[in-house]
Nanobody
């Protein structure tokens, strides 16, 4: 059974930084795009950033220049470095990945809370 486990969330002051990690485990044949999404209270889940297995990235306009997504294919892990955090970045952050086991399925992590507040 495949699992995505996130870590690294927490409370940080405006202007601060956090690094999120998400590790995929289980019977994994291959992983295509991996990404991060977030959901703030009362709002829909939204895309933050995605990265292909080849390293091509895509970012939401609201985080461009502040967040950096990366991945370690050998460790089946994706990271999100978040700098210059703002209160509006407060949300539950979810990891997502398309994984072959060998059938392809879409998997989600359990979510990690990020709170930006003074």
């Amino acid at each position: 059974q495949v699992q995505l486990v996130e870590s690294g969330g927490g409370l940080v002051q405006p202007g601060g930084s956090l690094r999120l990690s998400c590790a995929a485990s289980g019977r994994i044949f291959s992983i295509l795009p991996m990404g991060w999404y977030r959901q703030a209270p009362g709002k829909q889940r939204e895309l933050v950033a995605t990265i292909t297995s080849g390293g091509s990235t895509n970012y939401a306009d609201s985080v461009k220049g502040r967040f950096t997504i990366s991945r370690d294919n050998a460790k089946n892990t994706v990271y999100l470095q978040m700098n210059s955090l703002k209160p509006e970045d407060t949300a539950v952050y979810y990891c997502n990945a398309d994984i072959a086991t060998p059938a392809w399925s879409d998997y989600w992590g359990q979510g990690t809370q990020v709170t930006v507040s003074s």
